[in-house]
């Protein structure tokens, strides 16, 4: 027997929300009686823990101070990671007042929990820079203008889910815990339900939700519907449908290819290669051709028998996510190949 290989533990990193609060604590002690700029400078995160942080950049002027710290995501694939984060503390009035920089983003839809207008500056980073500041200035009033900025931000946003959330400009500044978990699918399945928030805050009664870009085009084509219609559903079939029955719309077309179909077909509520796989006895028993008991992909099985194969699993699938939902959303089901043309679709 082969000596099992070891598992490298997964280095962990620091939220957008917890570099801004560092770098505005750093900024903001510079700023109180031209003190030195705090460097390195620790933070007190939500849930006690007290990182530190190197200051990479620093500048002030008459009424200001501004420090940057260079975000570090850790072993998490994130497109902030190694991201400038600065912080602008200015003397202002009548408490905090936050401010969108260059690269940070302005909220333009209802149904994010910024208010719209607002700077992309989520309410835990807030209070999170609110506590960090709060720790530097010995008993003197809390009255600060907080400009955030992100060095090359727009170019980053335009990877994310920001255009379609309709927050314009820039990256958003996250976080709820101050820590980055390593490859958390938490993020993701969290800008979904998002993504619904602000759909049924402008009153749209369709989405899609959809598990690649080829389907989602497909779909969105077959519909009209606007790209901020569209949900990038990715492997996360569960946490898209069980947030929709407790915040449902109207319809929802589910569109995705034959592999990740047909895993929804048989239960799975996440469709990544890693955590679920398709059962092919499973498939032979739901089309009645026990030919497809011996393909080692869908896509072969979908080679066996074609167009009835295709119609089974997205009846079974439709089947699967009406029982998810709950009879609070009324569902569809497209499959589509890897050229975008439609190989069955259940209609609603």
């Known amino acids: ?10 280095k962990r990193g620091w939220t957008t929300g917890t570099c801004a609060a560092a770098a505005a604590k750093s900024a903001c002690r510079a700023l109180l009686g031209n003190e030195p700029f705090l460097n390195p400078v620790s933070i007190t995160l939500p849930r006690g823990e007290t990182p530190i942080f190197k200051v990479v950049n620093t500048t002030r002027g008459k009424g200001w101070a501004k420090a940057c710290i260079i975000k570090d995501a850790g072993d998490d694939p994130d497109v902030t990671h190694g991201a400038l984060i600065c912080a602008k503390v200015s003397h202002g009035k009548n408490g905090l007042r936050f401010l969108a920089g260059e690269g ?3 909220v333009t839809k209802p149904g994010l929990p910024i208010a719209v207008g607002e700077p992309a ?33 727009a170019a980053l946003a335009a990877k994310t889910w920001n255009p ?16 980055v978990r390593p ?14 928030d602000v759909a049924r805050a402008l009153g ?40 929709l029955r407790r915040h449902p719309v109207a319809r929802l077309t589910i569109a995705g290819g034959i592999g ?51 119609e089974a699993v997205v009846a079974k699938a439709k089947a699967q996510a009406e029982e998810t939902v709950r009879g609070a959303v009324a569902i569809e089901v497209i ?6 043309a439609v190989l069955a679709q259940t209609g609603f």
């Open 1 to 10: 027997m082969s000596k099992p290989k070891e598992t490298k533990e997964l």
């Open 104 to 106: 940070v983003g302005t």
């Open 121 to 153: 500056i989520n309410p835990v980073p807030r209070l999170m820079i609110d506590a960090a500041i709060a720790e530097v200035l010995e008993g003197s009033p809390p009255d600060f203008d907080i400009e955030i900025s992100v060095k090359d931000g």
């Open 164 to 179: 379609r959330l309709g927050i314009v400009g820039g990256l958003s500044i996250l976080g709820t815990t101050g820590i």
């Open 183 to 196: 490859y958390s699918c938490s993020a993701w399945i969290a800008s979904i339900h998002r993504g619904v």
């Open 204 to 243: 749209r009664s369709h989405l899609i939700a959809a598990t690649g870009s080829t389907s989602e085009a497909t779909a969105r084509a077959l519909y009209g519907l606007p790209e901020g219609d569209c949900l990038d559903m990715g492997d996360f079939v569960g946490g898209t449908l069980k947030y």
């Open 260 to 310: 990740k179909l047909t895993k929804l077909a048989q239960g799975a509520m996440d469709l990544h290669s890693g955590r679920s796989q398709v059962d092919f006895e499973a498939l032979a028993r739901l089309t009645g051709q026990p030919v497809m008991a011996t393909a080692n992909t869908a896509l072969e099985a979908y080679t066996f028998i074609g167009k009835p194969m295709a």
């Open 335 to 340: 499959m589509v190949d890897r050229a975008g």
